[in-house]
């Protein structure tokens, strides 16, 4: 077998089988089921609560008659009749609340005493059925019948159609369209932030441990370091991958019993999930792939400057702040998407993944643009692997405790010297 | 065989390895002394081109170190390292596999490996559950298991209880029987004594001995002389030639002479009343000659 595939199975059967991997997959998983667990007792506590329950204390038998019709989400307790009645049951807590009502010159003036702890729903309701209450009565004194009333107060309709511009022309906008694609940007971002934070550290780890316990030196004393270095690389991309194949899976079992759920009907309802799928099909799958190479990369590069296994997390720092940028980056990139300072970071390679999506979402890229951005990401991605293996032999013989950029300086010194050792 | 040719190395301004030249034949040990950073480690690099030489080259059987020769080497850095969270046989096998053998090939051997190093543990066991002299054991089963002809062990002896270094001599004996070059560095010049063919000691780079044991030893001179006599200290150290007098623990009297032929006349003294127990004129041991060569001023 050749030595490439030995390194890489390596890295991807110690990771796959730690507890770290099956922990890494499934706290998403846990966590929106925590979510969604918590979504539908809310959701179940407030459909499950019992309605208000008032007594209506009036002459007019007419307006006892619509308080208690079923339209209204209200129990009226049509036994009691006076206000001893009403605050005795009050005391007993079956009455919430009881409303005193009187008529003077077709005016109705009304009265709510009650122990609940918010009553404005119910204060809403009593509003809004007593003024149409009125308005019938005072249309009848005027002589009109309810239809003429209804017709009279019939509210006007405004409909409202966003527009866009698109290259000089007016066109319909789809707004559902760039919500879906803005979300799914905002997710993507995220996600790629996670995966790259997680995979950065694993083969900054895998490397820097094989450094410090000299591993290194055997293993490169066994294959080249090129192998070495794409193996550990095709190993921890494998995994990434594998990671996604898991959630891919898991969703596609599960969409079948969540589907039938009431409130993933609700939140599913006017959502496209085709749409969805293939506008994470498209660019943002590129988008993603290409940040997660470029991180890794770096963080392999990273990792081997390291002397000491425990360093690695000082390794790391810089990346961090570098996915840090980028992520706000996107963040800025979606609350104003137009800024000149997001069209220039759309196009900084280690930017492009994490603020691009939301300026296509935004349509204030072409295009074109997209392309070279992903060309350019592509190229400068390819540029870092190739330095990064460049130095990886230097790298790893270079034992310092000095600061990094020394460790680079002093490491980039070496590989000159030795490449000029072994052109003559 | 190995050999190196004129080898210089430097890191900017600091000349790690200036001029060394050796040998190793088939069969053979080399044995290479010399203080903390002398250059041993650079020595070792050089050999597996982990670096290249800025000068002078390095040649296995007659050509470069090419990428197929890496399976027949067996390598043990100074640093001991293994994956922690790993068994003691997926070890053993990553390693063996990365030397060019199948799984099947090593599989059957490592009970036996293992039997001989008298590692303590199961195979199925994680690394990090063995003391840190079964993990270097370990080690050292994962540089010599797909049988390399070209082996390097840089310190193998350190941290080894006598038992256990009697057990690393036997490996490296039976390599040697076997018909590989070996070469090795230490501390201890005892294990270099016993076991080396050849020996260099490197000092600042450059090499200050080179040759056979006895070689080595002979060419300093049988200036130790032991003697077991009544005669009193001071009276030997009076004597014509003598340095120095010094007794040992088992009541030997140690001379250091500034000349080897001063030892007949010494003997004629010692012996004027007859038989004596011990005269034994000797060349200073291999620390003596480390010590006093490290000592040396530069240049």
Known sequence: MNKYWIILKEVY???????????????????LGIVALIIYFVGRSETNQEPTSIAVLTEDSAVQEIMASPDIPLEVNADIASVEEAEEAMTEEKL??????????????????????NATETVAILNQVLSTYQVQIKGAAVGLTPEEVMDLVAPVEVQTTTVRIDEGEISQEDSLAETIQNWSAYAVSIGIFIFIMTYAGIIAEEVASEKGTRIMEVILSSVSSTAHFFGKLSGVLLICLTQIAIYVVLALVAYPFIRDIEWVQQLLEGVDLAAIFQSLLGYTLIFFLLGVIMYVVLAAFFGSLVTKIEDVNKSVTPIVFLAMIGFYGGLFAFASPDQPVVEVLSYVPFFTPFIMPFRIAANTVTTTGVWLSILGSTVFAVLLTYLSLMMYRSNVLIYSDTNMFQTIKRSWKVMQSDRKARTT | MLEAKSLVKRFGDLVAVDGIDFTIEKGSILGLIGQNGAGKTTTFRLILNLLGPDEGEVLWNGHRLRKKDYDTVGYLP???????????????????????????EIKPQIDAWMEKFQVKGKKSDKVKTL??????????????????????????????????????EEGIKEAKKRGASIIFSSHNMNNVEEICDNLVMLRNGRMVLNGTVRDIREQFGRTRLFLETPIAEEELGQMPGVLSVSGTSEGLKVLTLDAPERGKDIFDRVTENGYITTFSQQPPTLEEIFKLKAGEPNE
């Open chain 1, 13 to 31: 059967k110690k990771n796959v089988k730690s507890i770290g991997f099956v922990t890494m997959v499934l706290s998403p998983i846990i966590l």
């Open chain 2, 78 to 104: 100074e640093e001991r390292g293994l994956y922690p969270k790993v068994t003691i046989e997926d070890q053993i096998l990553y390693f063996a596999q990365l030397r060019g053998k199948s799984k099947k």
């Open chain 2, 131 to 168: 003391s840190k002299g079964n993990q270097q054991k370990v080690q050292l089963i994962c540089t010599l298991i797909h049988e390399p002809e070209l082996i390097i062990l840089d310190e193998p002896f350190s941290g080894l209880d006598p038992v256990n270094a009697e057990l690393l």
């Open chain 1, 96 to 117: 919430d609340g009881y409303l005193v009502l009187e008529t003077a010159d077709d005016q109705i003036q009304g009265e709510y005493i009650h122990t609940e702890g």
